[in-house]
């Protein structure tokens, strides 16, 4: 029905009538208006979205499985209620993420069939595992808090549905960072093994989740022409810098600390310089040599199977009913 938009556009000859367009586009952007799915753009802005929300889907997506993995074994009834809630939270993102998409002419099945074939990424830190239930505080302080540093400027992003679908989203990832921050709290003053756990996990989700935002900014290709548009408003190195900032304090009143040892605050500036990220890492896990790619897209693999026949049978269903209501309305 759709086909992506590099394919659709690349057949479609020059109009006359595109500088006219084009400058409408420029001065939408220029005043700092939103983008929205009736208007034209440049066939580059549609592709960069189309890349960056699908992207982002994906990740929601992928990202319920190293937390699912943990709903059985909860320490508690309190602890499993909100544990489900928070990655049921992530199925909702994913759906928001994948409607919004869906403005730009691609349709969700395409964008699943793209990430399953592995031809479109998620984000890298859903490759490491979670070893124990203290790496579900350490993701939701971390990954979760990562995440908001991310989303919260995509709220003043220049296309209009992605804007929108992120007021939301923000919201419900603030409660992902503080019930990840209340969980390490809790273990952090607890027993000596408790506090131990808490430790470890931090220790191993410090690097990935500064690896969250990016490539270093004279290494990402993209940061230029995203900023132009205002998709993107800050860098990837002035939110790891925010990012950093945040959790230094944080880290203090959770009495854990930071996997750092170069990590001291510059008086001049106000900020916590931190050591050498390791990219020779992140791209190994983006290449998809993380611990747990693999299994990862396996199992999406086989839970999209797995639902094909809710998906048939939910289509049947609305179909029929259209079908009744339109009899109805004869
Ligand atoms: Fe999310
Ligand atoms: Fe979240």
Redesign the pocket.
Known sequence: MYGLPEERNRSQPAEPEDTALRDSFEATIAADERIEPRDWMPDEYRTTLVRQIAQHAHSEII?MQPEGNWITRAPSLQRKAILMA?VQ??AG?GMYLYSAAETLGVSRDQLVELLLAGKQKYSSIFNYPTLSWADMGAIGWLV?GA?IMNQIPLTRCSYGPYARAMVRVCK??SF?QRQGFEILHTLSHGTGAQHEMAQDAVNRWWWPSLMMFGPPDDESPHTAQSMAWKIKRFTNDELRQRFVDICVPQAAVLELTLPDPDLRLDEPTGNYRYGEIDWEEFKRVLKGDGPCNRQRLEHRTRAHEEGRWVREAAAAYAAKRARAEERLAA
């Open positions: 990202g928070k939270d992530e993102h979760d995440a419900e990832e992902h």
